[in-house]
């Protein structure tokens, strides 16, 4: 067969596998559609099914469909960043400031530095820690992975939990937000590369002025045009990040903030969203579970990600809770939140491929971040809905 044979034969596997899943093991409560695509990635992986088959494995993921694979992730998941990016509502944020600033601050904080100790404690054994890492690079790396809210899968929960558009639900957003803009600028911190500060503080320079000219062109433009003007943007500004040393993703995140929400209507962008989701996010899935490694043994990556869920939930609850006795919350409201903000999924996957392209952390540390993150995501629906059920008068509490 030729390679456009096999790459359509990855392709029937990628979206035919984890919806038959999904649809006949009638998992969305406990596990959405988009966690078992990761799963499913995971299955497909070298770590698992390609060493049971790895016949199967070197013929339908030969190198030039993984490249074909990589383009179409790439794109996919830097449309899904810059939607994120969009849907921040920095304006409402700072309207509400003194109560957004103390639940963001503590939100992300608190897991922040519980995950900088159990990446510590991890540094004690060999095999973690990435090639090209500095020990402080991959300790506050491996912490904020721990401290990330996964803002596009967070919106995805609570539709599902009808409470994205009550007074709890945008108040979630707001802190999410808020917590989004530490990670990505975090995140451009540990990439600094200080040999190339000269190109990256450039980069940030133009940036600036061209998003000024830009803000000023988009006002101006039809919704029409906006959309297809947004995608141009988009490319620019990923393809001068990674040009500067600071990673197209973060390019993608910079794109969709420089962005106003208000430009673009609602339920398109919310389509756009689903869409996404839909047609090309499962090769992002897929090509994450690819990355997946086991060889400092399977029972130590299961250990890890258990440490890194153990610190990124509590230090979630725990940070939201000391926030809501200095807001003075109704007795239960700081759980409900907790839960829904250390949400993981996709925008910690992002930041740990990232990580793993820039050699700060290793395969294997990789794959303890995916399944904490997996972890993660499916605990939320079935321990919010039900303390939802019990606490009704919370969703329409304004804070």
Request: hydrophobic share 60%; net charge positive.
């Given at each position: 067969?030729?390679?456009?044979?096999?790459?359509?034969?990855?392709?029937?596997?990628?979206?035919?596998?984890?919806?038959?899943?999904?649809?006949?093991?009638?998992?969305?409560?406990?596990?959405?559609l988009?966690?078992?695509?990761?799963?499913?990635?995971?299955?497909l992986g070298?770590?698992?099914?390609?060493k049971?088959?790895p016949?199967?494995?070197?013929?339908?993921?030969?190198?030039?469909?993984?490249?074909?694979?990589?383009?179409?992730?790439?794109?996919?998941?830097?449309?899904?960043?810059?939607?994120?990016?969009?849907?921040?509502?920095?304006k409402?944020?700072?309207?509400?400031?003194?109560?957004?600033?103390?639940?963001?601050?503590?939100?992300?904080?608190?897991?922040?530095?519980?995950?900088?100790?159990?990446a510590?404690f991890?540094?004690?054994?060999?095999g973690?820690m990435?090639?090209?890492?500095?020990t402080?690079?991959?300790?506050?790396?491996?912490?904020?992975a721990?401290?990330?809210?996964?803002?596009?899968?967070?919106?995805?929960?609570?539709e599902?939990l009808?409470?994205?558009?009550?007074p709890?639900?945008?108040?979630?957003?707001?802190?999410?937000?808020l917590?989004d803009?530490?990670?990505?600028?975090?995140?451009?911190?540990?990439?600094?590369?200080?040999?190339?500060?000269?190109?990256?503080?450039?980069?940030?320079?133009?940036?600036?002025?061209?998003?000024?000219?830009?803000?000023?062109?988009?006002?101006?433009?039809a919704?029409?045009?906006?959309?297809?003007?947004a995608?141009?943007?988009?490319?620019?500004?990923?393809?001068?990040?990674?040009w500067?040393?600071?990673?197209?993703?973060?390019?993608?995140?910079?794109?969709g903030?420089?962005?106003?929400a208000?430009?673009?209507?609602?339920?398109?962008?919310?389509?756009?969203?689903?869409?996404?989701?839909?047609?090309?996010?499962?090769?992002?899935?897929?090509?994450?579970?690819?990355?997946t490694?086991?060889?400092?043994?399977?029972?130590?990556?299961?250990?890890?990600?258990?440490?890194?869920?153990?610190?990124?939930?509590g230090?979630?609850?725990?940070?939201?809770?000391?926030?809501?006795?200095?807001?003075?919350?109704?007795?239960?409201?700081a759980s409900i939140?907790?839960w829904?903000?250390?949400t993981?999924?996709?925008?910690?996957i992002?930041?740990?491929?990232?990580?793993?392209d820039?050699?700060?952390?290793t395969?294997?540390?990789?794959?303890?971040?995916?399944?904490?993150?997996i972890?993660?995501?499916?605990?939320?629906?079935?321990?919010?809905?039900?303390?939802?059920?019990?606490?009704?008068?919370l969703?329409?509490?304004?804070?």
């Amino acid at each position: 067969m030729n390679t456009t044979e096999i790459f359509l034969i990855a392709m029937t596997i990628i979206f035919t596998v984890p919806y038959l899943i999904w649809r006949l093991g009638k998992t969305d409560y406990h596990a959405p559609l988009v966690v078992v695509q990761i799963i499913t990635g995971i299955l497909l992986g070298p770590g698992i099914l390609g060493k049971i088959f790895p016949d199967y494995y070197s013929f339908v993921f030969n190198p030039a469909v993984i490249q074909s694979l990589n383009g179409i992730a790439w794109w996919a998941v830097m449309l899904f960043v810059m939607i994120a990016g969009v849907e921040l509502d920095l304006k409402k944020a700072w309207a509400h400031r003194r109560e957004s600033g103390i639940t963001a601050g503590l939100a992300l904080g608190v897991p922040l530095v519980f995950g900088c100790v159990a990446a510590a404690f991890m540094l004690g054994f060999e095999g973690w820690m990435g090639s090209k890492a500095l020990t402080w690079q991959f300790v506050v790396g491996v912490g904020m992975a721990c401290a990330v809210t996964a803002l596009p899968i967070l919106i995805l929960l609570m539709e599902k939990l009808d409470v994205l558009r009550q007074p709890i639900g945008q108040r979630i957003l707001r802190y999410a937000s808020l917590d989004d803009i530490a990670i990505w600028g975090v995140l451009a911190l540990i990439l600094m590369d200080w040999e190339r500060i000269g190109r990256q503080g450039a980069f940030l320079f133009g940036f600036g002025v061209a998003a000024w000219l830009f803000h000023h062109l988009m006002i101006r433009l039809a919704e029409r045009d906006r959309w297809y003007v947004a995608l141009i943007w988009l490319a620019a500004v990923s393809f001068g990040a990674d040009w500067a040393g600071l990673h197209f993703m973060v390019g993608a995140f910079l794109a969709g903030a420089s962005m106003e929400a208000e430009w673009f209507n609602q339920e398109k962008m919310d389509m756009l969203r689903h869409h996404v989701l839909l047609a090309v996010m499962p090769v992002f899935f897929l090509s994450t579970g690819l990355r997946t490694n086991w060889d400092v043994g399977g029972a130590a990556v299961f250990l890890a990600a258990g440490l890194l869920l153990l610190a990124s939930i509590g230090g979630k609850l725990i940070g939201v809770r000391i926030a809501g006795r200095i807001l003075k919350w109704a007795p239960g409201e700081a759980s409900i939140i907790g839960w829904l903000l250390q949400t993981k999924a996709l925008i910690m996957i992002i930041f740990a491929n990232i990580l793993l392209d820039k050699q700060i952390i290793t395969s294997e540390t990789f794959t303890a971040l995916l399944l904490m993150a997996i972890a993660s995501t499916m605990l939320t629906v079935p321990i919010v809905a039900p303390k939802l059920a019990q606490l009704k008068s919370l969703i329409l509490r304004v804070a």
